[in-house]
């Protein structure tokens, strides 16, 4: 279901993925190759949310902002993993959000990271490029290692061709 919201339409790339049921209202960009996927609920209605391109944002998960205070902000290559919540945070390339993990307002997770299942970013907090955070609230455990680094890129790769295949399943003119 895609509506709008106060007169702003969501702006959703040709070649995005949307996998229904999905629910996108309002300010909200999604760009060329990213998914959406089932039961996802992306709310731009009191702040804008954009999701970069080849992102994956998986089942189940919430996107929100609080109204004046943050925006959410998602760059390319980014996997947000089943039922995560991302509620006015920023998240800077091929990072990966793992699953139920929750980010919360202004908090900015850098380049490359990954948040471990479960977790909970507080507002405000800032989790630096290349590191591991886990655990509520979410602290900073480690350096990735060269091979988890690589993996980041790989899931999106490999969330963009998941896409593609139910795509030819459920949208076959597409």
């Keep these: 279901m895609i ?3 106060n007169g702003i339409f969501p702006k959703i ?3 995005a993925y949307l996998l ?3 629910v996108v209202v309002g300010d909200v960009v999604i760009e060329s190759g990213a998914s959406v996927w089932f039961h996802t609920v992306i709310r731009g209605d009191v702040g804008p949310i954009r999701i970069g391109a080849r992102t994956n944002i998986q089942d189940l998960c919430m996107l ?3 109204k004046g205070v943050s925006s959410c902000i998602i760059e390319e290559e980014v996997t947000v993993g089943h039922r995560a919540v991302v ?3 920023y998240l800077n390339k091929r990072c990966l959000i793992g699953m139920g993990a929750v980010i919360l307002d202004n908090a900015e997770i850098g380049e490359e990271a990954m948040v471990g299942a479960g977790a909970l970013v507080p507002q405000g907090a800032k989790i630096p490029p290349r590191t591991l955070a886990v655990g509520v609230p979410a602290k900073v455990v480690r350096k990735l290692t060269e091979s ?3 993996s980041l890129a790989i899931s999106a790769q490999h969330y963009e061709k998941y896409a593609r295949q139910y795509y030819a ?3 076959p003119k597409r």
């Design 148 to 150: 988890e680094i690589e």
């Design 87 to 89: 509620h006015g945070a």
């Design 20 to 22: 229904e049921p999905v």
């Design 64 to 66: 929100h902002c609080t």
């Design 169 to 171: 399943l459920l949208c």
């Design 3 to 5: 509506l709008p919201y």
């Design 13 to 15: 790339a040709e070649d």
